[in-house]
Structure formats: C-alpha cells, structure tokens
C-alpha cells in the first residue's frame, strides 16, 4: 500500500513562492511517474505537471515558466517549486503516483495566492 503525504501549501501573495512536497511510503516511487494536479472551486482537477522516473517533465501550459516539478529517489519524494504565483492558481493541489494499472492520490495540500 503507498500513502502520498503533502505539505508546503499556504497563503501567500500574488508574485510569490511556495514550495509543496510529497513524500511517498512504500517501494513503488523510483519506478513510477509523479504528479501534481490541483482543483478549484466548481472545477475539474486538471494537470500542473508530471515527472516520469528518467527525469522526463511535463507542465501544463498555464505553468509553464513559473513551476518547476523534480523529484527525489533517495527521499522518495518529489517537489513542485511555484514561483510568480497568481490568484488564478488558487485551489488544492493533489500529489498522483502512477504505476499502471495502479494510482494513488495524496489528501491534498491548499494554496491561496491572494491579489
């Protein structure tokens, strides 16, 4: 069984950092692609941004330049770095591990990015 565990959300204003963190139990997390997906109020959970286990990332486009998504193997942990944050990323991020057929999904952390 995998828990996913994140934390580093919070408030903070427009222009700024956060940095979130998931940490990941169990011996599936070298060999599976991660992920962060966020939902806001009244919508669908989308994308932000993935990263497969040779390093390989993927970014939504509304993300692009402003986060940045890494991992580390030792610490089976992986890292979302928000930078130039805009009120429009308000919502709650969700740590995914994927390793088909099978995906895990963390609690949730909240960001609100006030203007």
């Known amino acids: 069984q995998v828990q996913l565990v994140e934390s580093g959300g919070g408030l903070v204003q427009t222009g700024g950092s956060l940095r979130l963190s998931c940490v990941s139990s169990?011996?599936?997390?070298?060999?599976?692609?991660m992920g962060w997906y966020r939902q806001a109020p009244g919508k669908q959970r989308e994308l932000v941004a993935t990263?497969?286990?040779?390093?390989?990332?993927n970014l939504a486009d509304s993300v692009k330049g402003r986060f940045t998504i890494s991992r580390d193997d030792i610490k089976n942990t992986v890292y979302l770095q928000m930078d130039s944050l805009k009120p429009d990323d308000t919502a709650v991020y969700y740590c995914?591990?994927?390793?088909?057929?099978?995906?895990?999904w963390g609690q949730g952390t909240q960001v609100t990015v006030s203007s």
């Open positions: 995914n591990l994927n390793f088909p057929p099978v995906t895990y």
């Open positions: 169990g011996s599936l997390f070298r060999r599976s692609t």
């Open positions: 990263i497969a286990t040779r390093g390989n990332t």
